[in-house]
């Protein structure tokens, strides 16, 4: 079974330009989160997403941060215009678990690497 | 106080010692208790999954969950070089709006020396 796929795995931007990063899911999985990762803490959640409708954007920045999640499979997280504060490894991660539920194993993916200089 | 506290270590030890990792929380509500391993440029695999307060034993790995004094562990035990990775614990309350959120904690780096 594929796993969570992201792309890119690193990516270097000076701050307030804009970046994309891309998650797929793995297949079936009807859940998906994004989670960001400063050095040295465990990951935050940002957004969650049940197929393509948004079920918790509380952590989310929304000022800068935006996501999507079209035909809910793959999502796009986005941050226009990055800050400095933004570096960090962005995650994601999906699971099979529907509203409701109350067991789930979130996989995650390898994560893409944001340097704001 | 944050939600979940871990020690960020580094913990060094030599291959095959007793590992003993923890973390405490004071959200009395969480019921579901989690280890991931996260190696270096990796993303977080889940290790160990528990329900409420007891013992679950998977391998060398054993994750105790201690509810009365909001405290868990996990212990590796015959400790190796691959495990030399972040532990980081997770832990979620289980029912209601947003009982599906994962919190966790900052991760502790362990090092196991051949």
């Known amino acids: 079974e594929a796993g969570v796929a992201q792309s890119p795995r690193y990516k270097i931007i000076e701050k307030r330009q804009s970046v994309a990063f891309w998650c797929n899911p793995i297949?079936?999985?009807?859940?998906l989160y994004w989670y960001q990762q400063i050095l040295g803490q465990g990951p935050k959640l940002l957004i969650q997403?049940?197929?393509?409708?948004?079920?918790?954007d509380s952590q989310l920045p929304k000022d800068r941060f935006s996501a999507e999640r079209l035909k809910g499979v793959d999502s796009t997280l986005k941050i226009q215009p990055a800050k400095l504060e933004d570096s960090a490894v962005y995650l994601c991660?999906?699971?099979?678990?529907?509203?409701?539920?109350?067991?789930?194993?979130?996989?995650f993916g390898p994560g893409t690497r944001l340097t704001v200089l | 106080q944050k939600e979940v506290e871990q020690d960020p270590g580094p913990l060094s030890v030599p291959e095959g010692a007793i590992v003993s990792l923890n973390c405490t929380y004071s959200?009395?509500?969480?019921?579901?208790f989690m280890w991931y391993r996260q190696y270096s440029r990796k993303g977080p695999e889940l290790l160990m999954y528990?329900?409420?307060?007891g013992n679950k034993e998977d391998g060398r790995f054993t994750a105790q969950v201690d509810k009365s004094s909001k405290y868990i562990s996990l212990f590796i035990r015959d400790s190796q070089p691959s495990d030399s990775a972040t532990y980081l614990c997770?832990?979620?309350?289980?029912?209601?709006?947003?009982?599906?959120?994962?919190?966790f904690g900052k991760g502790t780096k362990l090092s196991v020396i051949p």
């Open positions: 991660a999906s699971s099979l678990e529907v509203w409701g539920g109350v067991t789930d194993t979130q996989y």
């Open positions: 297949s079936g999985h009807a859940t």
């Open positions: 997403f049940q197929n393509n409708g948004v079920v918790d």
């Open positions: 959200n009395s509500a969480f019921q579901y």
């Open positions: 528990t329900y409420s307060s």
């Open positions: 997770a832990m979620r309350s289980g029912s209601g709006a947003g009982s599906y959120q994962l919190t």
